[in-house]
């Protein structure tokens, strides 16, 4: 027999048994419903808070982060001549990317995710050049001027914020971070820069010594009792006389006047000239530096001259880099040598660094010691 409403009857039942799990999952449900609207709407907003474009006026490339009003206002004026979008910079700061006018073709901008590293906010930014088909009817020539790219990001805190960008397809003409500018050089580099030479032989000096008009280096040490160490080795010219002192090399001995006799033992280079034409030879010494291995420890007293050797050919070239205490020394860099001044008791390390032409990783050579003590 058919009931009236008996249908509804068992499916009202049916509820009956259901109802407190839907109940429950209606409400477990309830929370992300309602925020799924809340993150949609903060998509919405930082999709809303990026721009792009090809207009900018800025002549020069420029990558910062904007963090105030003041200076969102001002980048708006100077790169695009009209007012501000609005940013809430309490909530977001600005990652801004402009190519200047110089890009040497069109570029793709786009940002990255920030990371957190060595306790700084780095925003990574990637240039891809854009793969263009050119129009017959379009104007000649491609529009790559003025390429900028805007992103806001939501803050962290009071981390610093650096941009850093890459380009797999290589550098942009002024996109990276300008390199820091090289040191001047000390006011003394100039007046020491003979010592850029390489030291002659004393022998070869001598035997050719109707080709050296000028101002030549020598190297050697002057001996402890005022004559060659060596037996047998030669000493050309006259024995030193009041005032003079003489040099030594591994080819010879020969006699010094007009310049300061160093410390006995201790290596020299020594600009110099020769003496009269036609007399017995010897050296008119100009100034000297104290001369220092390649490799090792070296002792540079306050205010003495060390120079340390480079080696440098037609297809490498050489330089040293310093670390430690930088502050006690001044060193000026030439093709041949580093000229170093003790400035105050330090240590400092430098090690020889030689770049070939034909090889994509330059070498090291030679790591030198220099203890700057008192004199």
Same mark, same amino acid.
Request: aromatic share 6%; glycine share 12%.
């Given at each position: ?26 409400? +477990? #449900? ?34 910062? #982060? ?6 969102? =206002? ?54 891809? &050049? ?19 790219? &805007? ?23 002024? *996109? ?14 100039? !007046?020491?820069?003979?010592? !850029? ?19 030549? +280096? ?15 080795? $030669? ?6 006389? $009041? ?10 001995? *020969? ?6 006799? $160093? ?24 100034? +000297? ?7 090792? =420890? ?30 006690? *020394? ?10 170093? +001044? ?6 400092? =390390?430098?090690?020889?660094?030689? =770049?070939?032409?034909?090889? $994509? ?15």
């Amino acid at each position: 027999m058919h009931v009236p409403g008996g249908s509804r009857g068992r499916g009202s039942t049916l509820l009956a048994h259901r109802g407190p799990r839907l109940l429950l999952l209606l409400a +477990l #449900a309830g929370p992300a419903a309602a925020a799924e609207p809340a993150v949609e709407q903060a998509e919405r907003e930082e999709a809303a808070l990026r721009w792009s474009g090809g207009e900018s006026a800025l002549a020069a490339p420029l990558q910062a #982060a904007v963090t105030d009003q003041a200076a969102w =206002t001002s980048l708006w004026r100077r790169a695009l001549g009209r007012p501000a979008p609005p940013v809430d910079f309490g909530r977001y700061f600005v990652a801004c990317v402009f190519l200047g006018q110089d890009a040497d073709w069109p570029y793709g901008i786009s940002f990255g995710a920030p990371v957190v590293e060595g306790g700084r906010l780095v925003v990574p930014f990637s240039l891809v &050049m854009l793969r263009l088909e050119v129009d017959p009817a379009a104007p000649r020539g491609l529009r790559r001027r003025g390429q900028y790219a &805007m992103r806001a990001f939501p803050r962290r805190g009071a981390l610093e914020i650096v941009l850093r960008g890459d380009s797999p397809d290589g550098p942009v003409p002024g *996109i990276d971070p300008p390199a820091p500018a090289a040191p001047r050089p000390p006011a003394w580099a100039e !007046d020491l820069r003979v010592f !850029d030479a390489r030291p002659l032989a004393i022998s070869y000096v001598v035997a050719n010594r109707e080709f050296y008009a000028g101002t030549f +280096l020598v190297a050697g040490a002057r001996p402890r009792d005022g004559r060659p160490a060596a037996e047998g080795r $030669p000493l050309f010219g006259a024995a030193p006389g $009041p005032g003079d002192w003489l040099l030594e090399d591994d080819t010879g001995a *020969i006699r010094v006047s007009g310049a300061p006799a $160093p410390e006995p033992g201790r290596p020299v280079v020594l600009a110099a000239s020769l003496g009269a034409p036609g007399a017995a030879p010897f050296l008119r010494g100009e100034r +000297l530096v104290t001369a220092a291995p390649a490799s090792g =420890t070296v002792v540079v007293h306050v205010g003495e001259f060390v120079r340390l050797p480079l080696a440098s050919t037609k297809s490498s070239s050489s330089h040293l880099e310093l670390s430690g205490d930088l502050g006690s *020394i001044e060193a000026a860099g030439f093709l041949n040598a580093e000229l170093v +001044l003790g400035v105050r008791p330090g240590r400092v =390390t430098g090690r020889i660094v030689t =770049t070939w032409w034909n090889r $994509p990783e330059p070498e090291r050579r030679g790591e030198v010691v220099l203890e700057v003590v008192a004199r």
